[in-house]
């Protein structure tokens, strides 16, 4: 028995040295939009590109961790999408990034993840704007899994089609594919611009017309254009750039739509038809709406408050990771409060639960607060979450309390009075029920004493 107690408070104790780890999965990691730097031509935050260069697509991916992870070290793994038509050669990419400081375009430097690579690109391939998934891992030094998913477009221009050493015809290519924006905004209007190259050397291309269309009519040309346009002619080895302005509906989902581009054009006295598809990425505008959420005017220091936090989308796209904590002098927050994913028209909520320890530390909880333990502290909650494209957003509510000291019941002597009398009341009740108990036992030994002496008398009278 003394050795089944030895064992379990020697496991106890290493449960209290070493601690639980922790399984769930927190999104550590920020998206740095307003940086530019080495290998970018603009942030994410004026519409990033990849950029196109020898036969190879160059990315640049800039993270920033809210809080340390395990060896400064993340892993970076790509998924290029070869078996959905995309044009990247199938190679398998994994990358090991560690924590460094990188000075960005305007001088100033920060510590930060830069996720970099080049991408080779197919021989043969199709213009378009085509998707780039990086999924990134890591573990925080508390324990804590990281698991988030980047998602980045890469305009990428088209090569013709093998052809023998004797043709002669001329092969007509995408060259270019652009949309300004990048990323179009449903709702918004947008610019696009294809360029059709002849890659013939002696013939050249005429009447050429091209017809675009989106067969999901969430992408459209305005004022009831039917999306149609004439090329005269392209000369052998030449280039001609189509611009149009389209729009996207309000209702049109976050996810890559298709153009399609339907061509016809002649070669001499030869009509030639042909069709290319071209990727625009569409996402719809941020509309997560959420209740204030509000701490109790007053608390006391010991006791644990809870803030509900509830949000409603009102946009027709999904988000996904909506997760709150709190900021707040003299409150410490265990965890963060996870709503998870919401689809439109949904709503979620959660419950953030906080320990008020009072201020004797400041915010940072290194430092002593200069008013004291108790009274006014105010702070904010923090709520994130990301689009379909994994972009992430940050919405803060400012909130504020009074500290007050710890509830401590003080004994009064009209408490000390109650408590006496109560005392006596049972003192007496108890007495009473002695009494009975006892007149009980005397009166069933007199009873039975009483039997005995008439027996003893009915024996002697019939002796007699």
Known sequence: MKKVIRFTVCL???????????????????????????????????????????????????????????????????????????????????????????????????????????????????????????????????????????????????????????????????????????????????????????????????????????????????????GSYYIPKIGAGSSVTLTADMESAATAKPVPHQLKLLLNYQVGSTTITGEEDLLVAVNQSEKLDFDAPNLPTQVHAGEEVSVSINAMNLGTGSVSNVMASAEVPGLRQDRTAFLGNIDSGSSANADLYLFVEGKTMGSDNTTASADGDYGDTTGKIVITYEDAYGKTYTKDFKVSTTILPPVIEKVTSSNN????????????????????????????????????????????????
């Open 12 to 226: 106890t104790l290493c449960f209290l040295v070493t601690g639980v780890p922790a399984f769930a999965t927190e999104n550590a990691l920020q998206l740095d939009d307003t940086g530019i730097y080495q290998g970018m031509t603009r942030s994410y935050s004026q519409g990033y590109t990849p950029l196109e260069k020898n036969g190879s697509v160059i990315l640049t991916l800039p993270l920033v961790a809210s809080q340390p992870l395990r060896g400064n070290e993340l892993v970076a793994t790509f998924d290029l999408g070869v078996s959905n038509g995309s044009p990247f050669q199938a190679v398998n990419l994994i990358k090991t990034i560690s924590l460094g400081t990188y000075e960005a375009t305007n001088g100033k430097s920060k510590a930060l993840y830069l996720i970099t690579a080049t991408i080779p690109l197919a021989a043969q391939r199709n213009a378009g704007a085509y998707p780039i998934v990086i999924e990134v891992t890591a573990e925080t030094t508390s324990g804590v899994d990281v698991d988030q998913t980047f998602s980045i477009y890469a305009s990428v221009s088209g090569t013709p089609q093998k052809k023998s050493a004797s043709s002669v015809m001329p092969q007509l290519v995408v060259t270019s594919a652009v949309t300004d924006p990048s990323t179009v905004l449903a709702g918004a209007p947008f610019h696009f611009s294809v360029t059709f190259s002849n890659m013939g050397s002696s013939q050249a291309i005429t009447n050429m017309k091209v017809s675009i269309s989106d067969d999901s009519a969430e992408l459209f040309f305005p004022n009831g254009s039917s």
């Open 417 to 464: 009075k109650q408590r006496n009398a109560v005392t006596r009341y049972w003192l007496i009740a108890v007495l009473i029920l002695a009494l009975v108990i006892i007149g009980l036992i005397v009166l069933f030994y007199w009873r039975k004493r009483r039997a005995q002496v008439g027996d003893n008398e009915s024996i002697s009278g019939r002796d007699k």
